[in-house]
């Protein structure tokens, strides 16, 4: 009796210390505040971030809404040029390219939901913001601005 109570034990101890990493992986992360700063002032965001490869991977995929203020920011290992599609994104987007100082060098506006069309930086970038379609000429977001988030420059 002892000894299956121990094995017991084992397995449960085994899985909080095995197992939370990957439910930590599933879940997802909490926003975090993101600014732009336009020629008209300061505009806020909640994004999720994106810095993995399955992260990257993965994105905005399946997503069926998103709130007007939240985004995701993804963050490649290092700067170069980048190619992103909306394959298996029901969500039009606008994708903000952004080099490694922070500048707003490109942006797609009103991305094709689940289009496997390759959408390219048109120059090396670091980071991707995505946020709803038709944000940026909503909120007067353009090429130029400067992005501020906390891996912006790390």
């Known amino acids: ?23 930590a992986k599933v879940l997802p992360t909490d926003p ?6 336009t020629g008209d002032g300061p505009v806020e965001f909640s994004v999720e971030l994106a ?8 994105g905005l995929m399946n997503r069926t ?3 007007a203020d939240h985004g995701m920011l993804f963050r490649f290992d290092q700067t170069r040029e980048v190619l992103m599609w909306m394959k298996n994104t029901p969500l039009s ?15 797609a506006e009103r991305t094709e ?11 090396p970038v670091r980071y991707v913001l995505e946020l709803n379609g038709g ?14 988030h906390r891996v912006i420059g790390e």
């Open 1 to 23: 009796m002892m000894g299956t109570l121990r094995r017991v034990a084992l397995v449960l101890l085994s899985l909080v210390v095995f197992g939370a990493p990957v439910v």
């Open 32 to 37: 975090e505040r993101l600014v732009i700063e």
């Open 51 to 58: 810095l993995t490869p399955a992260d990257r991977a993965s």
């Open 65 to 67: 809404s998103m709130a």
């Open 93 to 107: 987007l606008d994708m903000l390219f952004i080099d490694e100082a922070g500048t707003v060098i490109r942006i």
């Open 113 to 123: 939901p689940y289009s496997e069309a390759i959408i390219p930086s048109a120059g």
């Open 135 to 148: 944000t940026t000429s909503q909120r007067g977001i353009s090429v130029g601005d400067t992005v501020r």
